[in-house]
T-cell receptor, first 112, second 112 residues
Framework: GQQLNQSPQSMFIQEGEDVSMNCTSSSIFNTWLWYKQDPGEGPVLLIALYKAGELTSNGRLTAQFGITRKDSFLNISASIPSDVGIYFCAGHGGTSYGKLTFGQGTILTVHP | DSGVTQTPKHLITATGQRVTLRCSPRSGDLSVYWYQQSLDQGLQFLIQYYNGEERAKGNILERFSAQQFPDLHSELNLSSLELGDSALYFC???????????FGPGTRLTVL
């Protein structure tokens, strides 16, 4: 089945630093989504990408849908303490309905 | 607040018991998805309903079942519970034909 490899597994950074994380897939996805999850809460949608090569920003967050449709990255600029959490990439395949496949998550810790 | 509601927030029960988790999708969303999140398996898709009909199935055990009612709320039934069923269960919803899924706050199930 489809699998997503997300890296890094965890990051420890200083406030103000930029962050980059990425996901790669063994197969093509038609949609890439990035979510953030706080402990005990549901994933919150950050950015949705629908077209290969698409670059989308949401405030300090920027994400790109890879040209090969098998990868995506998320950048966070000038990190702040509230950026702490787990970031998940998720991909959706060729059908209009159905499951999202999630990466394993990147645990982000920001030191003030 | 994603607009997706889930009840209860927490559920503690014993092995062998049966529980029902409830989800109300965002206003206007016809599709409901159920996911299980455990420490060792990450976020795993269980099942999807669209406008009352089952649309896609993932790694859902035979002991688990779901349905979506005419008012579009959904219930996930878990029976003959085992210790390994302890996890966070999330519901997500989306607009017909779109892939962007919005997650509820989850139900934390603990099986003792």
């Amino acid at each position: 089945g489809q699998q997503l490899n997300q890296s890094p597994q965890s990051m420890f950074i200083q406030e103000g630093e930029d962050v980059s994380m990425n996901c790669t897939s063994s197969s093509i996805f038609n949609t890439w989504l990035w979510y953030k999850q706080d402990p005990g809460e549901g994933p919150v949608l950050l950015i949705a990408l629908y077209k290969a090569g698409e670059l989308t920003s949401n405030g300090r967050l920027t994400a790109q849908f890879g040209i090969t449709r098998k990868d995506s990255f998320l950048n966070i600029s000038a990190s702040i303490p509230s950026d702490v959490g787990i970031y998940f990439c998720a991909g959706h395949g060729g059908t209009s309905y159905g499951k999202l496949t999630f990466g394993q998550g990147t645990i982000l810790t920001v030191h003030p | 607040d994603s607009g997706v509601t889930q009840t209860p927030k927490h559920l503690i029960t014993a092995t062998g018991q049966r529980v029902t988790l409830r989800c109300s999708p965002r206003s206007g969303d016809l599709s409901v998805y159920w996911y299980q999140q455990s420490l060792d398996q990450g976020l795993q898709f269980l099942i999807q309903y669209y406008n009352g009909e089952e649309r896609a199935k993932g790694n859902i055990l035979e002991r688990f079942s779901a349905q979506q009612f005419p008012d579009l709320h959904s219930e996930l039934n878990l029976s003959s519970l085992e210790l390994g069923d302890s996890a966070l269960y999330f519901c997500a919803s989306s607009v017909e034909g779109l892939d962007t899924q919005y997650f509820g706050p989850g139900t934390r199930l603990t099986v003792l």
